[in-house]
């Protein structure tokens, strides 16, 4: 099993910025890629960025240019740089770990429990 603690969020006004992270610990050899979700109350949860072990990311149209995801493989942790913050970037961000096998099959997905980014004047 893999467990997720994120950490960094909090209240920053429009156009500030904050970063998150997202450490891994347990069975993190297992880990692939791994990603940044965000849910508001009433929505579905929403992928915000992706980065696969090799460090190529992904990012919603919502976010691109402005957020910046990267991966410190010695330290098993993962950032989420978000700049230009807006009142809509609200949300609770979640961390995603995908597992995969040593056949590099999907195995399972952890997830964090979430950190709360309020973005408000």
């Known amino acids: 099993q893999v467990q997720l603690v994120e950490s960094g969020g909090g209240l920053v006004q429009p156009g500030g910025s904050l970063r998150l992270s997202c450490e891994a610990s347990?069975?993190?050899?297992?880990?692939?890629?791994m990603g940044w979700y965000r849910q508001v109350p009433g929505k579905q949860r929403e992928l915000v960025a992706t980065?696969?072990?090799?460090?190529?990311?992904t990012y919603a149209d919502s976010v691109k240019g402005r957020f910046s995801m990267s991966r410190d493989n010695v330290k098993n942790t993962v950032y989420l740089e978000m700049n230009s913050l807006k009142p809509e970037d609200t949300a609770v961000y979640y961390c995603?770990?995908?597992?995969?096998?040593?056949?590099?099959?999907?195995?399972?997905?952890?997830w964090g429990q979430g950190t709360q980014v309020t973005v408000s004047s």
């Open positions: 347990g069975s993190t050899f297992s880990i692939n890629a």
């Open positions: 995603n770990a995908e597992r995969v096998n040593e056949l590099l099959l999907y195995i399972g997905s952890s």
């Open positions: 980065i696969t072990s090799g460090g190529r990311t």
